[in-house]
């Protein structure tokens, strides 16, 4: 089946110590997503590729940063973790290129917990 | 800024009821909304996708509906079954196609067998 894998499920890393999560997709869509979702809050968008350009949100720390090596891949580095970033990360697809309800729409992956000690 | 609020925050109901949940945005200029169906640790289900221009969508037992113009959403879900217990995540697009999404919160639904 077509879908969106994120890798590993659970991450536990230390404080300040560099980590990178990784999004994999067979669904073959133009558009990839980073969120992050706090305990009990709503997924906030950290950037997104649109192909290869790559679009960031003003809020996000430069403390992340991503990497689309290719049409299927896409990473979440963070560069040095702090307590505040333990959250579950979400990479999303969608195809643009015209408006329908089967383009338009995105596709979650299971996340990845991250645990900082 | 669009921001996305849900109410009730939690709902619990007992087994066979018609629900709704609603949604409100706080800029109506949006591209699309979709709603979401989040199970305990684990990602985003999509559930449904009501373009701008559209009124409701449907699928099986549920319904959502969109008024754009008073920045609101409901989603109906009819007979509702222990499954459907989960969280029930509404989101915004306000830019485009392939813009990022706003999120709401979540009402968290609970279906008491």
């Known amino acids: 089946d077509a879908m969106v894998i994120q890798n590993p499920r659970y991450q536990v890393t230390q404080f300040g110590k560099p980590v990178t999560l990784s999004c994999s997709q067979t669904l073959n869509h133009n558009v990839m997503y980073w969120y992050q979702q706090k305990s009990s809050q709503a997924p906030k968008l950290l950037f997104h590729y649109y192909d290869k350009d790559f679009n960031n949100e003003a809020d996000t720390p430069d403390n992340f940063q991503s990497r689309r090596p290719n049409t299927s891949f896409c990473f979440l580095d963070i560069r040095s973790p702090g307590l505040g970033d333990a959250a579950m990360y979400l990479c999303a697809t969608s195809r643009d290129g015209g408006a329908s309800a089967v383009r338009e729409t995105q596709y979650f992956g299971p996340g990845t917990r991250l645990l900082v000690l | 800024k669009q921001e996305v609020t849900q109410i009730p925050a939690a709902l619990s109901v007992p087994e066979g009821e018609n629900l709704v949940l609603n949604c409100s945005f706080t800029?109506?200029?949006?591209?699309?909304l979709q709603w979401f169906r989040q199970d305990p640790g684990k990602g985003l289900t999509s559930l449904l996708l009501?373009?701008?221009?559209?009124r409701e969508q449907t699928s099986g037992r549920l319904n959502a509906s969109l008024d754009k113009s008073s920045g609101r959403s409901t989603l109906y879900i009819a007979a509702s079954q222990p499954g459907d217990s989960a969280t029930y995540l509404c989101?915004?697009?306000?830019?485009?196609?392939?813009?990022?999404?706003?999120f709401g919160k979540g009402t968290h639904l609970i279906i008491q067998p």
């Open positions: 989101a915004v697009n306000s830019g485009g196609g392939a813009d990022g999404l706003t």
């Open positions: 800029d109506s200029a949006i591209y699309n």
């Open positions: 009501i373009q701008s221009s559209q």
